[in-house]
C-alpha cells in the first residue's frame, strides 16, 4: 500500500517535470544568414502607400526603395534608386534622375514610369494613403516621366523639407499591386503567417552595392517574430532567437545591462516627450471655477514649479529620462532653442505664485478665491507603467503645495473618447512620439485651429493672444525659405509655450535598445528605426 | 478543541497586527522616501520600499485589511447568491431550472469587461479611491456568481435524488423547510467555492485598474502588489516582491483550516 | 420519440442561448465607453482617415437592432463578418486560431487532470489531511495566471499547456480530495477496508461510481476554468489562439471579431453544461 503511494507521487513529479519541458512555446525557425526581431502585432497592410502603423512601416521600410532616403544618423536626405535629384528655386518642381539598369525584386525592369505610377498613386489614395497629406496640397500634384530615367513632380506651393516624403514612397511595378511581394528594396515579403510571423528575403536584384563594392544587403533575410510581450521578447532575445530589441523599457534595460552587459545601449534622449496638460476647451462640461483655475497662466506655472522632475527621471526612468521644459529635445540640435529660459522647480515660488492668484491656503488644503478646494484628476492610459508612475509622483509632489490629485487610468479607446469627443477631463498625462526632428511635424498641434490642439481643440479664433502668436509663427515657419527665419519662429514659439505652460513637459525618455553581440554593422540612430535604418549593413558575425 | 480555532486566532492576529502597523504614528502607505526606492529590509523599512520608495510592509498592511476585506465581503456575497441560485434550480420546477442555467451559461459567456468600462465611465474622475474600490468588489460580486452556481446546480440534483430528501419530501416536507435541510449539505461544495474566489477577486480588482476601476492610487492594493511579479524586471531586482503573495498564501491555508463543523 | 425530443430541446436551448448572448455583446460593446474613437486620431498624420471611418462607423451603428440585423446577417452568410480592425473577414481570422487555442485546451485539460487525479488518489487515502498536498494547490490558485506565466518564461521551462494544466489541477484536485474523502468515509468503505479488500479495487468498484456523476460536473468547471485562463495564457506566451484575439478585439472594440469569439465561449460552456448534466438527465430518464 504504502509503496503504492510513493510511486503515484513519484510518477506525478514526473509527469509535471515532463510536462514542463514538452510544454516550450516554440518560435519559428531562422535560417541560415537571416537576421531576426520582434514585431508587437500583425502588419495592417502591406500595401506600403497605405502604410499607418508601425508594424507595416517596419515591413515597408525593410522591403520598398525609395527614390531619396533619409539617413536617420546623418539625418541628411541621401539618394537611394535617384542617382541625383534638384529642387528649383522656387521650390515648385523636383527632377530625379533614375540609376541605370534598375531591377525590381521580380527581374523586371524598373523605369521612371514605374516611379511616377508609384507616386500617383499615393496621390490618389488621398485620405488611405497618410503620405499624400504631406504634399500639402495633394490634388495640385503632376508628376511625369518625360524618359525612362527622368521623373519630375510639380507642386502647387512649396514643402518644407519635400525631400523627406520620399522616403516614405515605396517604389513599386505600375499597375500591378503585390504587397510587398515585388518591390525594388533590400528584402521582398517571402512568407506571413498570420500572428506568427513575416518572412523576408533577400532581394536578389537590389543595385545598391557596399563601398567595396559587395552586394547588399548582407543578410540573406529577415525574420519578424509578431511577438507582443515584452517578457518574451526578451526570453527570446536572451536565447538568440532575435538579434535586436527597440523601445525597450529603462526596467529591462538594466536587468539586461546586468544578466548580458554590453548588449544595451542607452543613446540618450529621444525626440519624444512626456508632457502633462490641462483641458482648457470651453466646450468642455466641467464647472466654471475649474476652468477659470486652468485658463490660469499663474496656475499651470505653479503646478509646473512644484513638479520635480528630476524625481521622475530618477525614480520612474532610473536615471534613462531627461527632464524637459519644451516640445523640442536636445537630442534635435537643429531646432532646440539652447537660450529658453523656463521656469523651473521651485515649490515656495509655486506657493507664492498661487498666492499671488488669488489662492490660499485653508489648512493643507488649497482653495481658489471663491473657497472652491483644488481638487481634480489626472488621466492617463492604462498599462503604461511609467505614466501612472509619474502621476503618482506629481500627486504627492502637488499635495505639498496643497492640491489634491486623483489618479486615474483608463485604456486607450476610453481616454481618446474624452479627449477628442467628449472633453470630460481635468488634466492628462501622455506622451508625443516625434517621428521626424523637423517641427512643421507639428503644425497640427500648435495650430489653435486643429482637432489635435490638445488643451482647447479646434478653436475658431485664438483664444488668446499668445495662441495667435503662436499660430502666426507656426505658418511662418511653415513657409519661409529662409533656414534662419524658421528657426526664428521656432525659437519663439518654444518660448511662448514655456512661459505660458499649455503643455506642462515632464522629461524626454531615452532611447533604450539592445543589441546582440552577435550582431555586425549596427549603428543605433535616435531616429526611428533606430536599429535598422541600415539594415543593408546588418549581418550576424560570420556569415556573408 | 482549542487547537481547532487556532487558524481564527491567527486570522485574527493577523488582522489585528496589520491595524497596528497602518495605525502606528509616522507609518504613511503613500509617503514616497524618493532616495530609496526598491531597496531590501533596512530598519527604517522592515520590508523594503516599492518602486516609488513607499514603504512595503506599511504598504502590505494597509492592502491586507482593505483588499481582503473587499474579497471576502465579495465572496461571501458570490457563493450566498450561487448557493441561493442553484439551489433554487435544483429543487425548483424543471422549466425554472432551464432558465436559470440558461442564464448562468449566457452570464458566463458574455464579455463583462465591457460593462466594467461602462460602470468607470458612469463613474464621475474624481470618485475617491476608496469610492471606487467599493463599487468595484460590488461589481465583481454581482458577476461572479454563475460557475459557482452552477456547481451548486449539479451537487443539488445529486441531494434531490438522495434517500433522505425522498424520504423527508414524503413525510410531507416541503420549500423552505427542505432548503434549511439542504443548504448545511451543500457547505463542503460551498466552502471550496468561497475559497476560490477569494484570490480570483484580488487579482480581478488589480487586473482592473487597466479599465480605471479598482483601488486607485495611492490606496494599496493586495492585488496591484502580486501583479508585481510578472514583471521579471522587478523580481530581478529584489526578492521583497514576493512578499505579498506569500502572505496571501497564508491567509488563504489559514481560512482553509477553520474547522467548518464548528 | 424520447430521444428526439431531448434533442430538439437542447438544440432550443443553444438557439436560445446564442440570441441571448448576440443581444447582449453587441449592447455592451456600443455602449462601452471608445466604441467611437480611434487611438490614431491622436496622431495628426492619419486623423483625417480616421475620422472618415469613424463617421461611417457611426451611421452605421447607431441604430441597435440595425447593427444586430448586420451581424445576424453576416452570420448566416457564413464569414461571421468583417473585422473592424483588420478588414479581414472574421472566419479567416479565427480558423486558424482555433486550431491553435482547441490544442492548448486539449492537452492541459488531459495533462490537468491527469495530475489532479492522481494526487487527490494520493492525498485522500492519507488518514491526516496534509497541509502537505493542499498548500501547493493553494498556492496554484493564489498566484495570477500572468504571474505564473512570467515565471515560466523566466525560468525558460514550461509553456502556456504548462500554467493551464497546473491551474486546472489545483481547481480540480480541491474537489476531488473533498469527494474522494467523503466517499471513503462511506460506511461499506469502511468495513471494506477494514476487511482489507485490496485498494485497487475498491478504486474501481465502490469510489469511481460514487464520484462518477460529480466528476462530470467537474469536467465542466474544469473546461470553465481554461477557458477563464485562456485570454491572459496566450496574451503573455504570445500564443496566436483565440483568447488574445479576444483581447486584441476587446481593446479596440471590434465588434464582429468579438461575437464570434463570444459565441465560441457560450457554445464551449454550454457544451460543457451538458457534459455536465446529462448524467443525472440520464438517470432519470
Known amino acids: ?544 | 478543541m482549542r487547537i481547532r480555532l487556532l487558524p481564527v486566532w491567527l486570522l485574527v492576529a493577523l488582522a489585528l497586527g496589520a491595524s497596528l502597523i497602518v495605525a502606528l504614528p509616522g507609518a504613511s502607505y503613500a509617503y514616497q522616501d524618493r532616495e530609496h526606492t526598491l531597496t531590501g529590509a533596512s530598519l527604517q523599512h522592515p520590508a523594503g520600499t516599492d518602486e516609488l520608495g513607499r514603504d512595503r510592509l506599511v504598504r502590505v498592511s494597509a492592502a491586507l485589511l482593505l483588499s481582503l476585506a473587499g474579497a471576502l465581503a465579495a465572496s461571501a456575497l458570490t457563493t450566498a447568491a450561487a448557493a441561493a441560485i442553484g439551489a433554487l434550480a435544483a429543487f425548483a420546477p424543471r422549466g425554472v431550472a432551464w432558465l436559470v442555467m440558461l442564464v448562468c451559461d449566457a452570464f458566463l459567456a458574455l464579455p463583462w469587461l465591457f460593462l466594467l468600462m461602462m460602470v468607470r465611465s458612469a463613474l464621475p474622475l474624481q470618485a475617491s479611491p476608496a469610492h471606487s474600490a467599493a463599487i468595484t468588489f460590488l461589481v465583481l460580486a454581482a458577476l461572479g456568481w454563475p460557475a459557482c452556481a452552477r456547481a451548486v446546480y449539479s451537487g443539488g440534483l445529486g441531494l434531490k435524488r438522495s434517500d433522505w430528501i425522498m424520504q423527508a419530501r414524503a413525510s410531507g416536507l416541503r420549500g423552505a423547510q427542505l432548503i434549511r435541510q439542504v443548504l448545511p449539505n451543500l457547505r463542503p461544495l460551498l466552502l471550496p467555492q468561497f475559497l476560490v474566489c477569494v484570490p480570483a477577486f484580488v487579482i480581478a480588482e488589480a487586473n482592473l485598474g487597466a479599465l480605471g476601476l479598482g483601488i486607485g492610487e495611492p490606496l494599496p492594493s493586495w492585488g496591484g502588489m502580486l501583479l508585481e511579479l510578472d514583471n521579471s524586471a522587478l523580481l530581478f531586482r529584489t526578492q521583497w516582491v514576493y512578499f505579498p503573495v506569500a502572505l496571501l498564501i497564508l491567509v488563504l491555508l489559514l481560512l482553509e483550516a477553520i474547522p467548518v463543523e464548528a | 420519440m424520447k430521444a428526439l425530443s431531448r434533442l430538439l430541446r437542447s438544440l432550443a436551448r443553444t438557439l436560445a442561448l446564442v440570441l441571448l448572448v448576440m443581444i447582449g455583446s453587441t449592447l455592451l460593446v456600443r455602449l462601452a465607453p471608445g466604441y467611437l474613437s480611434d487611438a490614431r486620431e491622436m496622431d495628426a498624420r492619419y486623423s483625417n482617415t480616421v475620422r472618415e471611418e469613424l463617421a461611417q462607423e457611426a451611421a452605421r451603428s447607431h441604430s441597435l437592432p440595425r447593427m444586430l440585423a448586420r451581424e445576424a446577417n453576416s452570420w448566416l452568410h457564413g464569414d461571421a463578418g468583417i473585422s473592424r480592425q483588420f478588414g479581414v473577414p472574421v472566419r479567416e481570422l479565427i480558423r486558424p486560431r482555433l486550431a491553435v487555442t482547441g490544442g492548448l485546451l486539449l492537452r492541459s485539460l488531459l495533462l490537468g487532470w491527469a495530475l489532479a487525479l492522481t494526487a487527490a488518489l494520493v492525498a485522500s487515502t492519507r488518514r491526516k489531511s496534509g497541509i502537505v498536498w493542499q498548500a501547493p494547490a493553494t498556492l496554484l490558485l493564489a498566484i495570477p495566471t500572468a504571474a505564473m506565466a512570467t515565471l515560466c518564461l523566466l525560468a525558460g521551462s514550461g509553456g502556456p499547456v504548462f500554467v493551464m494544466a497546473l491551474l486546472i489541477a489545483a481547481r480540480d484536485f480541491k474537489f476531488l480530495c473533498r469527494m474522494l474523502r467523503q466517499a471513503w468515509l462511506e460506511p461499506h468503505l469502511l468495513q471494506a477496508r477494514a476487511q482489507g479488500i485490496r485498494m485497487r479495487r475498491l478504486l474501481a468498484v465502490h469510489v469511481a461510481a460514487a464520484i462518477g456523476a460529480q466528476l462530470a460536473a467537474l469536467a465542466g468547471l474544469s473546461l470553465v476554468t481554461a477557458l477563464s485562463a485562456l485570454v491572459p495564457v496566450e496574451v503573455l506566451f504570445d500564443v496566436p489562439g483565440v483568447g488574445q484575439l479576444a483581447w486584441n478585439a476587446a481593446m479596440n472594440r471590434d465588434l464582429p471579431v468579438l461575437l464570434a469569439v463570444t459565441l465560441l465561449m457560450a457554445l464551449a460552456v454550454t457544451a460543457s453544461g451538458m457534459l455536465g448534466g446529462q448524467p443525472s438527465e440520464w438517470e432519470r430518464a
Open chain 1, 1 to 544: 500500500m504504502r509503496r503504492g503511494r510513493v510511486l503515484a507521487g513519484f510518477l506525478l513529479a514526473i509527469l509535471t517535470a515532463m510536462a514542463a519541458k514538452y510544454c516550450l512555446a516554440q518560435a519559428a525557425m531562422r535560417l541560415p544568414g537571416e537576421l531576426a526581431w520582434n514585431i508587437g502585432y500583425d502588419p495592417k497592410t502591406f500595401d506600403p502607400a497605405k502604410v499607418d502603423d508601425i508594424d507595416s512601416e517596419t515591413v515597408r521600410y525593410l522591403t520598398g526603395g525609395v527614390l531619396l532616403r533619409f539617413n536617420r544618423l546623418t539625418q541628411k536626405v541621401e539618394p537611394q534608386l535617384a542617382e541625383s535629384w534638384n529642387v528649383s528655386p522656387d521650390g515648385k518642381t523636383i527632377t530625379f534622375r533614375l540609376r541605370a539598369g534598375l531591377k525590381f525584386s521580380d527581374g523586371s525592369a524598373l523605369t521612371s514610369r514605374d516611379a511616377a505610377w508609384s507616386i500617383q498613386r499615393v496621390l490618389l489614395l488621398g485620405d488611405s494613403a497618410p503620405v499624400s497629406a504631406e504634399f500639402v496640397a495633394p490634388d495640385g500634384v503632376h508628376v511625369d516621366a518625360p524618359d525612362a530615367r527622368t521623373v519630375i513632380v510639380h507642386l502647387p506651393q512649396r514643402v518644407v523639407e519635400i525631400g523627406k516624403v520620399f522616403d516614405e514612397i515605396a517604389i513599386e511595378p505600375a499597375g500591378r499591386l503585390s504587397e510587398g511581394r515585388v518591390t525594388s528594396g533590400p528584402f521582398y515579403v517571402a512568407n506571413y503567417l498570420r500572428s506568427q510571423y513575416v518572412r523576408l528575403r533577400r532581394n536578389p536584384y537590389y543595385e545598391l552595392r557596399d563601398a567595396d563594392g559587395s552586394v547588399l544587403p548582407r543578410a540573406s533575410g529577415v525574420l519578424l517574430d509578431i511577438v507582443e510581450n515584452p517578457e518574451e521578447q526578451i526570453r527570446l532575445f536572451l536565447r538568440g532567437d532575435s538579434d535586436v530589441i527597440d523601445r525597450l523599457s529603462p526596467e529591462y534595460y538594466e536587468m539586461l545591462r546586468q544578466r548580458n552587459p554590453g548588449t544595451v545601449r542607452d543613446l540618450g534622449p529621444s525626440l519624444n516627450t512626456e508632457q502633462m496638460w490641462f483641458n482648457q476647451s470651453p466646450a468642455s462640461p466641467l464647472p466654471a471655477w475649474e476652468k477659470a483655475w486652468f485658463r490660469n497662466q499663474a496656475f499651470r506655472v505653479a503646478v509646473s514649479q512644484a513638479i520635480h522632475r528630476d524625481d521622475i527621471a530618477r525614480v520612474v526612468y532610473l536615471g534613462h529620462a531627461t527632464p524637459a521644459y519644451s516640445f523640442i529635445s536636445p537630442a534635435n540640435t537643429a531646432w532646440y532653442n539652447r537660450n529658453l529660459a523656463p521656469p523651473r522647480t521651485d515649490v515656495a515660488a509655486a506657493r507664492a505664485g498661487l498666492l499671488r492668484a488669488g489662492f490660499r491656503l485653508q489648512g493643507a488644503q488649497l482653495v481658489d478665491a471663491d473657497g472652491h478646494p483644488v481638487r481634480f484628476s489626472i488621466l492617463t492610459n492604462a498599462g503604461n507603467d511609467e505614466r501612472l508612475k509619474m502621476a503618482t509622483l506629481i500627486q504627492q509632489d502637488l499635495s505639498a503645495v496643497g492640491m489634491q490629485v486623483n489618479v486615474v487610468t483608463l485604456d486607450f479607446p476610453a481616454l481618446i473618447e474624452r479627449l477628442m469627443h467628449t472633453q470630460d477631463y481635468e488634466a492628462c498625462l501622455l506622451g508625443l512620439e516625434n517621428v521626424d526632428a523637423d517641427p512643421n511635424e507639428m503644425m497640427n498641434i500648435w495650430l489653435s485651429s486643429s482637432p489635435n490642439h490638445q488643451w482647447s481643440p479646434s478653436e475658431k479664433t485664438p483664444a488668446t493672444a499668445w495662441e495667435a502668436e503662436i499660430d502666426k509663427e507656426m505658418n511662418l515657419q511653415a513657409t519661409s525659405r529662409s533656414d534662419a527665419v524658421r528657426k526664428a519662429a521656432v525659437d519663439r514659439v518654444q518660448q511662448i509655450v514655456a512661459d505660458e505652460e499649455p503643455f506642462i513637459y515632464l522629461v524626454y525618455p531615452n532611447v533604450l535598445v539592445a543589441v546582440s553581440t552577435r550582431l555586425e554593422g549596427a549603428q543605433p540612430a535616435v531616429l526611428e528605426p533606430e536599429l535598422w535604418w541600415n539594415v543593408e549593413d546588418l549581418h550576424l558575425r560570420g556569415t556573408r
